[in-house]
């Protein structure tokens, strides 16, 4: 997740000024270059499928797309809660388009039998207390789906099937090209019936024979206690529907938590800096400091010093997997005033008459203390 993130423009090789339709237009050249059908073997060019469909994504939504033009990769992540533009973007069927819109893949190579529905991701922001407690959310995205008119057949109700005329029900076709190295044969999927061998008399007016459509999706996904920043949650068969008769792919949720200025997370720890002025901690004091549970009561002993922890048991981050919790880690740091009156001057020349050295003796070494604040 650290790593930095390439710049969209540059994924899809258009300059930073270009109009709504070059961006669609690059987007669906680099979508058509990387897909992972055509690159079976190319393991980086899934993820760069990806990349370029992020990019797409972002740049073709005036709104996101002004956030990363001002912030950058930035602008897009501090939109916290609610799913991301990952999830609303408008064109969405401009994707649906490039994947699906006729032979734009051009699938060569042998028969091959109905896809899988491709995976979806989501990103959904928490706050800091729903990552250590768990949360739900309800999550609302854009995802391909059986067609229901035609139940993903592609065909009108009532429709007869018939051989297709092309390629003779073989599903494909070949094409004779002439090259500078002479004439060659190139296996195509059929363009007629797109693989299937028939053509129904009449196509499904909903889908246009495609069999499947973009569709809104509501579900509730259940956010695990523990879970971390870019971590995702896998949501079987929530991706986007095959073609008829094959599985659906996954829907990923990335979490995003959000920051708060009380808590920092280390491991399973939650770690809290309370400021203490110098006479409750030569005093003693009962305080309160915040936690992911609420507020909790904490006894300062007399003679602590900056750098010292109190330590709240079961007061951290659950374990994702696994049991038990981690710990609260409460930092203290001695606020030490400035003298700012005569009397008040007097008032400490006198307390320090009455200090000696076991009053400044330490319960345990610097060094130690200073190896607990590092822990
Ligand atoms: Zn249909
Ligand atoms: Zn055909």
Redesign the pocket.
């Known amino acids: 997740m650290a790593a930095a993130k390439p710049d969209y423009y540059e994924l899809l090789g258009v300059e930073r000024g270009a109009g709504e339709d070059e961006i669609k237009k690059a987007f669906r050249r680099r979508a058509r270059e990387l897909h992972p059908d055509l690159n079976p073997d190319d393991p980086e060019a899934e993820a760069r499928f990806k990349q370029v469909a992020e990019a797409y994504e972002v740049l073709s939504n005036a709104e996101s797309r002004d956030l990363y033009d001002r912030y950058g990769h930035e602008g897009l992540g501090a939109r916290g809660g609610g799913a991301s533009d990952f999830a609303d973007f408008g064109s969405f069927q401009d994707l649906f388009d490039a994947f699906f819109g006729g032979d734009m893949f051009g699938r060569g190579g042998g028969a091959r039998g109905p896809a899988a529905g491709q995976d979806l991701a989501v990103q959904v922001g928490v706050t800091f207390v729903e990552s250590a407690l768990g949360t739900e959310r309800d999550i609302e995205y854009e995802a391909i789906d059986l067609?229901?008119?035609?139940?993903?057949?592609?065909?009108?109700p009532g429709a007869t099937l018939e051989r297709c005329s092309t390629c003779a029900g073989q599903g494909q076709v070949r094409q004779v090209s002439r090259g500078p190295f002479g004439q060659f044969l190139r296996t195509q999927v059929c363009p007629s019936c797109r693989g299937k061998g028939e053509i129904p008399s009449a196509?499904?007016?909903?889908?246009?024979?495609?069999?499947?459509?973009a569709g809104r999706r509501r579900i509730n996904v259940t956010i695990p206690g523990g879970i971390a920043s870019g971590q995702q949650i896998r949501v079987a068969g929530r991706g986007h529907a095959g073609e008829r008769g094959a599985p659906p792919g996954d829907l990923f949720v990335a979490v995003g938590v959000e920051p708060d200025e009380r808590f920092r997370r280390d491991g399973l720890d939650v770690v809290t800096r309370v400021v203490v002025p110098v006479t409750d901690a030569m005093l003693g004091a009962n305080i309160t400091v915040p936690t992911v549970d609420g507020e909790a009561h904490v006894e300062l002993r007399s003679g602590i010093q900056s750098g010292d922890q109190v330590v709240l048991r079961g007061k951290g981050f659950p374990a994702l997997q696994g049991r038990g919790r981690g710990d609260q880690r409460v930092v203290v740091e001695v606020r030490i005033p400035k003298v700012q009156s005569d009397e008040g001057r007097k008032a400490v020349e006198k307390l320090a008459e009455t200090l000696d050295e076991r009053a400044y003796r330490e319960d345990e070494g610097f060094f130690d203390r200073l190896k607990h604040a590092f822990r």
């Open positions: 067609c229901g008119t035609c139940d993903g057949a592609g065909h009108a196509a499904c007016e909903t889908c246009n024979g495609a069999g499947r459509v």
